[in-house]
Nanobody
Framework: VQLQASGGGLVQAGASLRLSCATS????????MAWFRQAPGKEREFVGS??????????HYTDSVKGRFTISRDNAKNTVFLQMNSLKPEDTAVYYC????????????????WGPGTQVTVSS
């Protein structure tokens, strides 16, 4: 099983970034995919998730990113995306993608598969 996040970088406040998480080794279309982030000195934080198993996919976001971030998935490419708009300095963190076949909530401990993160830095 592999999950590889990419697309991070250094941007100014107000800019946009699109993160991707390419996966392999499991039946992607059935899995809930989630994004978490961890800022220096802080605990890992749930960002959002998107269910698998067929349409319509349900999405869930933490309050601080609602209206700015959008999760989507491409089952043909086994990839999940995180579109981040109107970025703020407080969005600065390492972003991780995670997967689980049965869980779609906010508790990272429930997700079975994780990948290495990608750094997002937002300057003011």
């Amino acid at each position: 099983v592999q999950l590889q996040a990419s697309g991070g970088g250094l941007v100014q406040a107000g800019a946009s970034l699109r993160l991707s998480c390419a996966t392999s080794g499991f039946t992607f279309k059935y899995y809930t995919m989630a994004w978490f982030r961890q800022a220096p000195g802080k605990e890992r934080e749930f960002v959002g998730s998107i269910t698998g198993g067929g349409v319509p996919n349900r999405t869930h976001y933490t309050d601080s990113v609602k209206g700015r971030f959008t999760i989507s998935r491409d089952n043909a490419k086994n990839t999940v995306f995180l579109q981040m708009n109107s970025l703020k300095p407080e969005d600065t963190a390492v972003y991780y993608c995670a997967a689980d076949i049965s869980f779609f909530g906010t508790d990272g401990r429930q997700y079975k598969y994780w990948g290495p993160g990608t750094q997002v830095t937002v300057s003011s």
